[in-house]
T-cell receptor, first 111, second 113 residues
Framework: GQQVMQIPQYQHVQEGEDFTTYCNSS?????IQWYKQRPGGHPVFLIQLVKSGEVKKQKRLTFQFGEAKKNSSLHITATQTTDVGTYFC???????????FGKGTKLSVIP | DVKVTQSSRYLVKRTGEKVFLECVQD?????MFWYRQDPGLGLRLIYF???????EKGDIPEGYSVSREKKERFSLILESASTNQTSMYLC????????????FGDGTRLSIL
């Protein structure tokens, strides 16, 4: 079935440093979604990208969808302690309704 | 705001018991999903439902069943609980069309002793 690979699995950064997580698929994706899960919390939808080469920003977060629609990235500028959590990408699953989630990147921010 | 409510935050059961996990959503979503989340394995889809009384197997359905008698409620059933089913269980819902964003409940941390 559809596989979505995400790297790195863990990332430790000093507060103020930048952070990037990458998501890759072996097949073309119709769309990609990003979620954030705070420690002890549940995944929360952040954004959906649909168009080839699309770039969207949410304050310090920049999301990109690759030209070939096979990869995506999330970049956080000047991390803060509030950015701590696990970031998941998700692409269309085997059927019409499912999503396949990457295994996530766990971000730790050292104050 | 979408509200997805799971019946229990923490649950402890014994091996061999029949376990019911309940999920209710208030946004009239057609799709509902059950995932389990384990360290290093991410979110794995157990079952989903796209309509009342309809269900589809996900990636890891073995040992589980589901029930959707009403649109707002989706139940996950562990027929005979085993220790390897100790996990965090997450319910989610979404509108039907395409792969719409999913809204998650707070999760149930289930321990099977």
């Amino acid at each position: 079935g559809q596989q979505v690979m995400q790297i790195p699995q863990y990332q430790h950064v000093q507060e103020g440093e930048d952070f990037t997580t990458y998501c890759n698929s072996s097949t073309t994706l119709s769309n990609i979604q990003w979620y954030k899960q705070r420690p002890g919390g549940h995944p929360v939808f952040l954004i959906q990208l649909v168009k080839s080469g699309e770039v969207k920003k949410q304050k310090r977060l920049t999301f990109q969808f690759g030209e070939a629609k096979k990869n995506s990235s999330l970049h956080i500028t000047a991390t803060q302690t509030t950015d701590v959590g696990t970031y998941f990408c998700a692409g269309p699953g085997a059927g019409s309704y499912q999503l396949t989630f990457g295994k996530g990147t766990k971000l730790s921010v050292i104050p | 705001d979408v509200k997805v409510t799971q019946s229990s935050r923490y649950l402890v059961k014994r091996t061999g018991e029949k376990v019911f996990l309940e999920c209710v959503q208030d946004m009239d979503h057609e799709n509902m999903f059950w995932y389990r989340q384990d360290p290093g394995l991410g979110l794995r889809l157990i079952y989903f439902s796209y309509d009342v009384k309809m269900k589809e197997k996900g990636d890891i359905p073995e040992g589980y069943s589901v029930s959707r008698e009403k649109k707002e409620r989706f139940s996950l059933i562990l027929e005979s609980a085993s220790t390897n089913q100790t996990s965090m269980y997450l319910c989610a819902s979404s509108f039907r069309a395409g792969q719409q964003p999913q809204h998650f409940g707070d999760g149930t941390r289930l321990s099977i002793l």
